[in-house]
């Protein structure tokens, strides 16, 4: 069993500072439940002689081993379902004391090495900054008003940090000198940008708040400040941290015998074709003709991407990209999948990955192909884990 045997009765949200495992393993709620459960299922298949090794990843307390392991975990389930063996951290024949995560077996007996690997937007700079905004946040969540919740909005990251308890003294002073009634009056009037603003700044983060009135049948009833959370910019791209880890993983293992599928797991709540194809073939640009500005600009694609570079095809030992978007536990019923097959790969990969949603060059042009889907292969209801 990965998860304690107890009653729970805690149906509270996530906390910022709690992690990933600490919350599917507490919360009450009947969705997460579901979630544990499929946790379970999917370990339950592993070998067990590396059960150990994945288990202590996924309680450790770190989100970023859990969602590796869980990453890991699907991939291994879903190629089972397929019908396919798996042998995970393989050594490789050519002598490199790196290993993948898995050799596949197909029911034909192809194989392929499969490489498992998270691509993040946040820089690894703004991590500690994450870390000290999360700890200001659970303050004051967990310190609710009588009248009012907080609408959040905030710019920039502390370089120090912030004292949240000073913080929450401030704000609800703040909000014991407001009237809710004549906040709700100004809103029906003017709208929200007409409420009170309350700024704060930090070493480089600048924070402001709005109340939220409480209707007066829900004042006292609240069980968090917080009420909505408005964060600023920071991610710049999707395609550069897919594009990387491909590089990355693709020349780690040197020459191989074998075809090599790299699945990639981006955490981004939106990732779209153009992001795909980008990191694989190059950055999108138009070409203006410098004293004709009668001529129309051209489309081209920057020889920058991790399938072709400036010397034309690369990485050809990577014989495909399996690309998922911000997959979890939670969205494993909802996250889209793609497989990508390159078309200058040294080794083909087999044909069973075309039972995924996949794409392939089809003359010069790329085609995309539907497939089952992991809520499908899962057997998991629409809505789920609703």
């Given at each position: ?41 999917i ?115 502390p ?92 020349s ?6 074998k ?12 990732l ?5 194809m ?14 004709q ?13 991790a ?44 044909e ?35």
């Amino acid at each position: 069993m990965i998860f304690d045997l107890y009653e729970r009765d805690d149906d509270s949200p996530k906390r910022n500072q709690e992690s990933d495992f600490e919350f599917l393993n507490r919360s009450a709620r009947p969705e997460i439940l579901q979630v544990r459960e499929f946790v379970e299922s999917i370990v339950s298949s592993y070998p067990q002689d590396e059960l150990n090794e994945i288990t202590a990843r996924i309680k450790s307390g770190d989100d970023t081993h859990f969602k590796s392991a869980i990453f890991e975990l699907i991939l291994h389930k879903v190629l089972i379902r397929l019908g396919c063996t798996l042998i995970p951290h393989p050594e490789l024949e050519n002598g490199s004391k790196s290993r993948p995560d898995f050799l596949v077996t197909t029911p034909s007996d192809e194989q392929f090495y499969l490489e498992a690997v998270l691509a993040s937007q946040v820089n690894e700079k703004n991590t500690a900054s994450e870390a000290m905004k999360g700890i200001v946040m659970d303050t004051l969540a967990k310190n609710p008003h009588n009248n009012f919740m907080l609408d959040i909005s905030d710019e920039g990251n502390p370089t120090t940090p912030p004292s949240g308890k000073k913080l929450l003294h401030d704000l609800l002073g703040w909000l014991d000198s407001l009237d809710p009634d004549e906040v709700i009056v100004a809103i029906e009037k003017a709208g929200f940008d007409a409420t009170p603003v309350y700024n704060w700044k930090h070493d480089g983060w600048l924070v402001t708040f709005r109340p939220i009135p409480l209707k007066p049948e829900r004042r006292g009833k609240a069980k968090t400040l917080v009420g909505m959370v408005d964060g600023g910019g920071g991610i710049i791209d999707s395609w550069t941290p897919i594009r990387n880890a491909i590089k990355y993983k693709g020349s780690k293992y040197g020459d191989l015998n074998k075809p090599l599928l790299i699945a990639v797991n981006l955490d981004s709540f939106h990732l779209d074709r153009i992001d795909e194809m980008q990191a694989l073939f190059g950055q999108e640009q138009f070409i203006f003709s410098v004293g004709q500005p009668e001529k129309e600009p051209r489309f081209e694609r920057a020889p920058n991407g991790a399938w072709y570079g400036k010397s034309g095809p690369q990485y050809k030992r990577v014989s495909g990209l399996w690309i998922f978007n911000d997959l979890t536990p939670y969205t494993v019923g909802t996250r889209r999948q793609t497989v990508y097959f390159n078309p200058w790969t040294s080794f083909a990969l087999p044909e069973i990955l075309k039972t995924f949603p996949h794409a392939a060059l089809d003359g010069e042009k790329m085609k995309w192909t539907e497939g089952s889907s992991l809520s499908s292969l899962f057997g998991l209801k629409e809505g789920w884990p609703e």
